[in-house]
């Protein structure tokens, strides 16, 4: 079975280029259409966007596309594969919100999600660290 290569790319020092900037730049560089074939989600507070993969492509491809791309060099920005978990951390996940209601939530392929091993729920910080059985459903 070949090595799983994450659907997500992590792009890095985007404080030039402004979010519909950057969503444009990415469909030029994938010729691929936003928000149908990947989403953008932009992380300010680390100078970051995460680009994820809808339909199905070569991110290890793209990446290299990116690192040669003109504009790309221009905004300074680099481009990495977002490396691949089985937890991911959930946030703003209100006080009423169950263990089993997350399971579900994140079980459910409209969701992009997968078998759920495990759900750690913490009040307090608003959040919950969902494990997965394997690595598909934290996309």
Request: aromatic share 6%; glycine share 4%; proline share 4%.
């Amino acid at each position: 079975k070949p090595a799983e290569t994450s659907p997500s790319v992590v792009l890095e020092n985007i404080r030039d280029c402004s979010p519909k900037c950057l969503r444009m730049l990415l469909e030029n560089v994938s010729g691929l259409a936003v928000d149908d074939d990947f989403i953008v989600e932009m992380i300010p507070e680390i100078n970051v966007a995460v680009a994820t993969f809808i339909k199905s492509i070569d991110t290890k491809e793209f990446v290299k596309k990116c690192s040669e791309n003109k504009r790309v060099k221009e905004f300074k920005m680099t481009a990495r594969l977002l490396e691949l978990t089985q937890s991911i951390k959930a946030e703003n996940i209100p006080g009423s919100v169950s263990t089993d209601y997350i399971t579900v939530y994140f079980e459910s392929a409209r969701n992009g999600g997968g078998s759920v091993s495990d759900v750690q729920l913490f009040p307090e910080e608003n959040s919950a660290i969902i494990t997965f059985c394997d690595r598909k459903g934290n996309a």
